[in-house]
């Protein structure tokens, strides 16, 4: 099974989105591609994906992310690397934003939309956050 997503989002909830379907579809085997692009750039970035907006009036949420043993971002960011989930940054957002490379974690791939339409044009699940 391919599953491709597409990160264009940048708050908490849209990384606990991304990371949790692409680690569950990754621990099924599937071969899983995040695209990210725009706001989504801050769930790969070296420092905004430690420091994630939580929505206004959501902060409860945190103690249930605790309380259920949820792993924090960076966790899930990590695991889904481990777990071999491909993770491309757009390459037109970067120039735009006048984000280079070594901005962002390591293990991701620098491409762009057609990098990641080549995979996605086949991909038997298709999701955007």
């Known amino acids: 099974m391919k ?3 597409i990160a264009s989002n940048g708050g908490m909830f849209d990384a606990y989105k991304v990371f949790n379907i692409a680690t569950a579809a990754a621990a099924t085997d599937a071969e899983v591609q995040i695209f990210f692009t725009f706001e989504g750039l801050n769930l ?3 420092e905004g994906h430690k420091n994630l907006p939580m ?3 959501k902060e409860h949420f ?4 605790k309380k259920a043993n949820v792993p924090p971002v960076e966790e899930l960011v990590s695991m889904g690397i481990e777990m ?3 993770i491309i940054a757009c390459q037109m957002t970067m120039d735009v934003m ?3 490379k070594e901005h962002f974690i390591e293990g991701i791939d620098v491409g762009g939309a057609v990098t990641f339409l080549a ?3 086949d991909a038997d ?3 955007t956050f």
Do not use: C
């Open 55 to 57: 929505p206004a009036g």
């Open 84 to 86: 071999g989930v491909k």
């Open 44 to 46: 790969i970035h070296k």
């Open 62 to 65: 945190q103690e249930g992310f």
């Open 125 to 127: 699940v298709t999701l």
């Open 98 to 100: 006048s984000l280079e």
């Open 119 to 121: 995979f996605a044009k």
């Open 3 to 5: 599953v491709a997503i």
